[in-house]
């Protein structure tokens, strides 16, 4: 099956929804920083609800490259935009500071179910169990109506890079996407199904649900996706996201990205194929599944070298 095919199989089976319009969307408020301003905005999500996310812009004219950054999860689920752009939580999650301080814009969403997007609690404030519960039902009632949440997930976050695709100070052309262990999730199946992203990095995440079923690892709610493992697993997606610039982190003791060796060899045939082996890159280090300073500035320095080739 050629890339072109399978990308439309897969769309279609999660029933993404492609849209190329940008959505409008209201500055709640703005501050400015060491050399870029912050607004929180708000703009319409899939599901006629509000996906609230800050927007990073460095100072001066542009035009600027950009990248969306999908939070991770880590449990944390009173925690989102406001872990990337350094406001809370762990400074090796503020990708969102570091690259518009390069000369990125930056937009950094609530995934549903985390921060403002929670409907037991709004803010950076824990509510454990209701956090929990929230996100479960979440799935649970997706799937009761014969939907998902990764498809959720997934439209709600095209929303975000039509938004930036249309912004006035932003170049179309390098526009990318980032994230780590769930952002890295979602990283992997928006790219792989929107061709217009330029560039994206996953840390974390490439695990095939196949080796996480056969270790009894944990499958991320998003992920509960009904007959999909039979038809698709992670390096599909992967190969979807050729010719285009990727860039996998993973560990020797993540669970969460413990095969990835075995996915990027899967991949990296279509990578072959289309004349663009150099653009799958691979980084693997020895430790577990949290980021590490090294990994951390890996990932921007990768970031930056790509935005200046394309």
Not at 134 to 157: F, P, W
Not at 257 to 275: M, P, T
Request: proline share 5%.
């Amino acid at each position: 099956m050629v890339i072109e095919e399978l990308r439309e199989h897969i769309k279609g089976y999660l029933r993404i929804n492609p849209r190329s319009i940008a959505p409008d969307y209201r500055a709640i408020e703005e501050q400015e920083c060491d050399g870029y301003t912050r607004s929180l905005i708000c703009y319409p999500g899939s599901e006629n609800d509000e996906i609230p996310a800050y927007l990073l812009i460095p100072n001066g004219e542009g035009v600027f490259p950009a990248v969306q950054i999908h939070h991770q999860h880590n449990g944390e689920r009173h925690l989102g935009k406001s872990e990337v752009c350094g406001l809370a939580g762990n400074p090796l999650q503020a990708f969102g500071v570091e690259l518009v301080k390069k000369g990125l814009i930056v937009l950094a969403p609530d995934s549903i179910c985390f921060e403002d997007r929670r409907p037991n609690m709004k803010g950076i404030i824990p509510d454990e169990k209701n956090d929990f519960i929230q996100h479960y039902n979440e799935m649970c009632y997706r799937i009761l109506r014969g939907s998902t949440l990764m498809k959720k997930v997934i439209d709600d976050a095209n929303i975000g890079f039509n938004l930036l695709k249309n912004h006035r100070k932003v170049d179309k052309h390098r526009i990318g996407v980032l994230g780590h262990s769930y952002g890295g999730n979602t990283v992997i199946f928006q790219m792989a199904l929107n061709e217009e992203i330029a560039f994206g990095c996953s840390s974390g995440a490439a695990c095939s649900y196949k080796q996480k079923m056969q270790a009894g690892t944990g499958i991320e709610m998003a992920e509960v996706i009904p007959g999909f493992y039979p038809k698709y697993d992670i390096p599909d997606l992967i190969k979807c996201i050729a010719p285009r610039h990727m860039l996998l982190v993973s560990a020797t003791e993540d669970r969460y990205s413990i095969d990835a060796d075995d996915v990027e060899v899967q991949a990296r045939e279509v990578f072959i194929q289309l004349n663009a082996a150099d653009k799958l890159v691979h980084q693997r280090y020895n430790g577990g599944h949290p980021l590490t300073k090294e990994r951390f500035e890996n990932i921007i320095n990768w970031v930056l070298q790509v935005v200046n080739k394309i």
